[in-house]
């Protein structure tokens, strides 16, 4: 446990691991406020509905299937021992993304506004799932713990580029 809150990329992954779910926490009490300041109340028989309350509820919505499985594929893209840099652009955008795509989607801002922002998460999260998928890959190949996927890669007769993309090594 130590070792690991000395790694920089884990503890960047905490921070904005920490900062989307925070974010996801008060659309709760969003939608409440919005309840309240829009005169709908939720009854069991009678269920009447404002625009703008559905608008924050179906945002609440995207960020619970959104968030969760960045959460839980960045805690096993942060174990995988990337760059710190490339790990930090992941996290970044995402975090970025999802506010953006919760002041789009609450402020109406018009399309492609908050459709662009969705895609930006989604990729970064399947960016980090490809990584996860190719570090179990390598490790198996090579059956033996990958502490540095660069060096495994040349072993391999790949070569790495900044967004853990692998391509055949090219001999000159």
């Known amino acids: 446990m130590a070792t690991l809150m000395e790694n920089d990329v884990f503890m960047a992954y905490t921070t904005y691991a920490t900062i989307v779910i925070v974010k996801m926490l008060l659309m709760a009490p969003m939608t409440g406020y919005y309840r309240m300041t829009r005169g709908v109340e939720e009854r069991k028989k009678l269920l009447r509905t404002h625009p703008d309350v559905e608008r924050v509820r179906r945002c609440h919505q995207n960020d619970l299937e ?3 499985p960045f959460v839980m594929v960045g805690l096993l893209y942060a174990l995988t021992g990337p760059e710190l840099s490339t790990a930090l652009l992941h996290f970044r955008v995402f975090a970025g993304s999802r506010i953006f795509h919760t002041i789009s989607y609450v402020g109406a801002l018009p399309q492609p506004s908050r459709g662009l922002s969705w895609i930006a998460g989604l990729l ?11 570090h179990h890959v390598l490790l198996h190949m090579c059956n033996c713990e990958i502490t540095n996927p660069t ?9 790495i580029d900044s967004t853990a993309i692998f391509h055949p090594l090219v001999l000159s």
């Open 124 to 134: 970064v999260t399947f960016s980090m799932a490809y990584r996860n998928k190719l």
């Open 151 to 159: 060096s495994v890669a040349g072993e391999l007769g790949l070569w």
């Open 66 to 68: 959104n968030i969760v």
